[in-house]
């Protein structure tokens, strides 16, 4: 069991000024690998065996390091070759994915962007829930049992890839039947919750501790099969409609009515605030929520990714806002390694760093 003392002694051995930023080789690396680089920083991708090609057509990487499975990243001799050379972690959807929010929280002694803690709050719906209702968030209707259903709802697994089981309802007796024929192994485990009609809009924020300052470096609507390509079919297939499915396979880009703004920007900073007295010292770097906007131009917020998201690729070069905001091509990756910098800069990593 790795304590924080522990991995605050492994930074505290750190040279400053040779630190390397490293991260697993998948999801949001690309962003993550060149916008280290763009900072003057020296850079690292942990590759699955078949996946380095990658990495090394692009010329992002300085070194890659290849393993069998991901879970080989925890072995003691593995963590060590990365703490010789001043590794920080850039944690990212597909390593918390890989590596689960506990194994990272208890074993891995190689220090990591931002607060180990929010892993554990992101990942359990509950606590979830929870953070966000304590953020004054407008959250869906959860109900308790399939009686209570009364209007549109959308049933959901925990754990499911990409809503996979997901299936939508509009009584108790249609809930009975489709979850009679869905084919899932843990079927006990739903939650129903209201389906909310709007705009999505995914913000990606960030909050950095040493300026004590919310971003809103852009935003983007996820694509998802097959529910985005059913809006075409329409009334062609009104009497059978196939039951809806929401696996991400792209991004959009998007930029939301202006006049919407303070209420987005109002979102991410009640969501920081609220870590902060949750587990102490709360959000650090980079941070999703997941809202629709109804037609009375209100939000509301079904989930929270407390890392950087896959819908920032679309702006390795920069968004319409991180432009306003930075007048230079900022991507989340490169705004990871302008914190580290900063950060190294004071002297400060430990506010960072976890
Ligand atoms: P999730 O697994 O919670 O990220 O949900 C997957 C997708 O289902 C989202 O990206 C949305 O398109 C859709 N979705 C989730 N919750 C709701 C909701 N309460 N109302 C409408 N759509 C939702």
Redesign the pocket.
């Known amino acids: 069991m790795i304590t924080p003392d522990e991995i605050q002694r492994v930074l505290a051995g750190y040279a400053n000024h040779e630190l390397t930023v490293a991260t697993v080789g998948s999801h949001t690396a690309l962003q993550i690998l060149k916008g280290a680089r763009d900072e003057g920083f020296r850079n690292l991708a942990v590759c699955r065996h078949g996946t380095e090609q990658v990495y090394q057509q692009f010329g992002v990487a300085d070194e890659i390091l290849t393993i069998g499975r991901y879970q080989e990243l925890m072995d003691g001799t593995f963590q060590q070759q990365l703490i010789v050379r001043n590794a920080i972690l850039i944690p990212h959807g597909s390593f918390v994915e890989y590596l689960s929010p506990r194994r990272i929280e208890n074993e891995l002694a190689v220090p990591l962007f931002g607060n180990r803690a929010v892993l554990e709050w992101e990942s359990d719906r509950v606590k979830e829930r929870a953070w966000l209702l304590n953020a004054g968030l407008r959250l ?1 209707l959860e109900f308790t049992s399939p009686e209570e259903i009364d209007r549109l709802v ?1 049933v ?1 697994f925990p754990g ?1 890839k990409g ?1 996979r089981g ?1 299936f939508l309802a509009s009584s108790e007796a249609e809930f009975a039947q489709k979850l009679e024929n869905l084919n899932l192994s843990d079927k006990a485990q739903f939650t129903i ?4 009609i709007g705009t ?1 809009f995914y913000p990606h924020y960030f909050y950095s501790p040493l300026q004590d300052r919310l971003e809103l470096l852009s935003m983007d609507i ?1 694509y ?1 099969s097959n ?1 985005d390509g059913l809006a075409r079919l329409g009334a062609l297939v009104q009497d059978r409609t196939p039951e809806p499915s ?1 696996v991400v396979t792209g991004n959009l880009p998007v930029v939301a009515r202006e006049s919407l703004l303070p209420k987005i920007l109002e979102i991410g900073q009640s969501v920081v605030t609220a870590s902060q007295e949750l587990f102490s010292p709360g959000l650090i770097g980079p941070f999703c929520v ?1 809202t ?1 906007c109804t037609d009375e131009l209100d939000f509301v917020a ?2 929270i990714s407390a890392r950087i998201v896959a819908g920032t690729n679309l702006y390795i070069n920069g968004s319409p806002y991180s432009h306003l905001l930075y007048n230079e091509p900022m991507s989340t990756g490169r705004r990871i390694a302008r914190e580290l910098k900063d950060a190294a800069e004071l002297d400060a990593l430990e506010r960072v760093v976890y």
């Not at 919750?193 to 909310?196: C, H, I």
Request: charged share 35%.
């Open positions: 869906p959308l959901k499911a809503g997901y919750q209201e389906f909310v999505r996820r998802e529910i929401f997941e629709i079904f989930e």
